[in-house]
């Protein structure tokens, strides 16, 4: 093995023991954060089906008070009809209360097929989620208690996300307080003989890689230069 072939490969070694638990902590925060997002995607899925439930039962709770006001004033039209046929010479009073009874029928009918078919979709949508508009008391508990889970898990997943930031913190501190060493070893090789300038070269890629980037992807462009740098010099 060549000289310059030695000498990358000692820098190629020494830089991935020198990055690979910043690379292992990274890989792992952009983990568990994709995870965080999930989580939290099916804990807004499990609320809008709560939600959706809840709607459902407002619609259908609307629709059986506008079913009996309707039915109320269908009777209150049709005993005015009555009457009305009844009298030979209506009054103007008697004419317009008779209007307004079949007017107030009118508007019942509409809003009454409105929430029909507000109740129609609510439980075809219900439906296709998975959940059976006759069973509501028990797919609500269900919800709620995945709810609870899944609220538990994103709260786990938090923390443990803030402890991997610390211990990266920790890191950090720890390269940066690496890196000062380095610079006072080398200027204390700088003023030293220059018979320990071999050794120095040997370990100067290394250090360079370290002191100069503050994140292991900039810490391998920098081994991509040393290598470029190695290949002229063949």
């Not at 890989?27 to 954060?33: C, G, M, V, W, Y």
């Not at 890196?179 to 204390?188: A, P």
């Amino acid at each position: 093995m060549s000289d310059n072939n030695l000498r990358l490969q000692v820098i190629l070694n020494a830089v991935d023991k020198l990055t690979r638990p910043f690379r292992v902590a990274q890989a792992s925060s952009k983990e568990l954060a994709g995870a965080i997002q999930n989580t939290r995607n099916s804990l807004k899925e499990l609320n809008k089906q709560a939600g959706r439930i809840d709607e459902f039962r407002k619609t259908r709770s609307q629709l059986a008070i506008t079913a009996n006001n309707l039915n109320a004033a269908r009777e209150e039209a049709a005993k005015l009809a009555t009457q009305f046929a009844a009298t030979n010479r209506p009054t103007a009073a008697q004419a317009k209360l008779f209007s307004q009874a079949k007017t107030r029928v009118q508007e019942l009918q509409q809003t009454y097929n409105g929430l029909l078919g507000a109740v129609q979709r609510q439980r075809q949508a219900l439906k296709e989620s998975g959940i059976d508009t006759r069973q509501l008391s028990s797919a609500q508990r269900e919800l709620k208690k995945n709810a609870e889970e899944t609220r538990q898990a994103l709260e786990g997943q938090q923390k443990a996300l803030k402890r991997l930031g610390e211990q990266q913190a920790r890191m950090n501190a720890a390269r940066e307080q690496y890196s000062r060493r380095l610079e006072v070893r080398d200027r204390i090789a700088g003023a030293g003989a220059t018979t320990t300038a071999a050794g120095l070269a040997m370990g100067a890629p290394v250090m360079a890689a370290v002191k100069s980037y503050t994140s292991m992807e900039d810490a391998m462009k920098g081994v991509a230069k040393q290598v470029n740098g190695l290949r002229d010099d063949n």
